[in-house]
């Protein structure tokens, strides 16, 4: 983790500002040999590179304990995603997803090192966004097109995946299943994604769910869509499965107990306008799937960064 100390600043976009690590290129992975050594040609080709880029975005969905902060696909607003991806970072998150804009790809690597993701419907957009330092892209986060009438069919998704392996061959790929399928044609959707080489299946549910007890029971209750797709799919693909939408502190366990590999969480954290509780709920979440504790601040910290952040 990076430090948790802030200097004054005036905007949130400008906050806790960090070097950038490009994954896609492989910056920091192979340190300058000090003796005159001949390198094999696949050490160091740029198939390697991507390889080994690859297997670090993967990384935390290997060890089952992946979480990817997503700050929303038609969220364009710099604050609010600078304070998104700053929760993400001092929160404990693997993984952050932003609109696909490489404005916004830049100003979140000069937040954190975490791996940034972009999310679209339209597969010529991801090219400007990976060339400005994404090094994973996804299909999906569909909730906005719901709102508006628009759904998408296997064969809609399907032909997005094809299209974007076509362009961006060597680029972690996440797609998500619609929740608007049904269950069994969810499970086929995923077994022929995986079969045209997506890295990780999405699922979705949340914005479908109208909970009907308040609470506990609610958030579980809210959280069964996206739960009953990630225990079907994971059972039916060997690729890492992410359940996302509706999940919270007390359902993001159940989804790794479901079968995912990793969940991801929007509106639980960016419809917060404070970037201190931000960081809260996003180290709740991080703490409850095992990758937090090690990560806390003290009271004293906590009381700094709320302090500085709202000068």
């Known amino acids: 983790m990076h430090s948790s100390i802030c200097s004054p600043i ?51 969905f290997h060890e089952k304990r992946a979480l990817k902060i997503i700050s929303g696909l038609q969220n364009f607003d710099r604050d609010n995603v600078a304070s998104v991806v700053t929760a993400a970072d001092k929160g404990g998150a693997t993984h952050v997803d932003i609109a696909c804009d490489p404005e916004l790809v830049k100003l979140a690597l000069s937040l954190t090192s975490l791996p940034v993701c972009v999310s679209s ?6 090219i400007a966004a990976v060339e400005a330092g994404a090094v994973m892209v996804e299909i999906g986060n569909y909730d906005s097109f719901y709102e508006k009438g628009v759904l998408f069919s296997p064969e809609k998704v399907l032909n ?30 995923a077994e022929l994604l995986e ?36 225990y079907s799919i994971s059972g039916a693909v060997k690729i890492p499965v992410m359940c996302s939408s509706g999940l919270s502190t007390v359902t993001a366990p159940m989804a790794i107990t479901a079968g995912a590999a990793g ?7 960016n419809r917060l306008n404070d970037v201190v509780a931000m960081i809260a709920e996003v180290r709740s ?20 960064l709320r302090r500085l952040c709202n000068m």
């Open 10 to 60: 005036s905007s949130p976009s400008q906050l806790l500002l960090k070097p950038s690590h490009n994954l896609a290129m492989g910056f920091g992975l192979f340190p300058t040999p000090k003796f005159s050594v001949k390198k094999s040609p696949s050490s160091s080709s740029p198939k390697a590179l991507l390889s080994t880029a690859k297997e670090s975005v993967l990384k935390g």
């Open 121 to 126: 419907v339209d597969p010529a957009a991801f």
């Open 160 to 189: 997005l995946t094809k299209e974007t392996k076509r362009i961006l061959p060597s680029v972690t790929l996440s797609v998500t299943v619609p929740h608007t399928l049904s269950l069994p044609d969810q499970v086929k959707l």
């Open 195 to 230: 079969k045209e080489g997506v890295d990780i299946i999405q699922t979705e549910g949340g914005k479908c769910s109208n909970p009907s007890k308040p609470g506990v029971l609610g958030l579980i209750e809210k959280a069964t869509p996206t739960l009953a797709a990630a």
């Open 263 to 269: 969940v991801g969480v929007g509106s639980a954290v």
């Open 285 to 304: 979440i991080a703490s409850s799937l095992g990758g937090a504790s090690a990560n806390r601040h003290s009271p004293y910290e906590e009381e700094t």
